[in-house]
């Protein structure tokens, strides 16, 4: 079982790795990654980045409608339960 704050921190570690100007400081869970300047290629690396170190198997469809990073973190951290 992996628990929130584990899977925050995964979230937040790639953001930094992919987003190299942003700090992890600076990551709030209402921001989606757009707002935090990720393109669409860069959310896609995000998103296959957390999947493979969680060992997540979700399709990269089933991350399309999450509104925010609270919700992504929430929706990684049931799918790893």
Known sequence: MTDRSH??????????EIL????AEDIDGRQHLKDLGAD???RVEIILGVRERLGVT???ASFSDLPDLD??????TEVTA
Do not use: G, K, N
């Not at 899977?7 to 930094?16: K, S």
């Not at 919700?71 to 990684?76: C, G, M």
């Open 7 to 16: 899977v925050r921190q995964v979230v937040h570690e790639v953001i930094t």
């Open 20 to 23: 190299p100007s942003v700090r």
């Open 40 to 42: 669409s290629v860069d």
């Open 58 to 60: 979700e399709p990269l």
């Open 71 to 76: 919700h992504l973190v929430a929706f990684l």
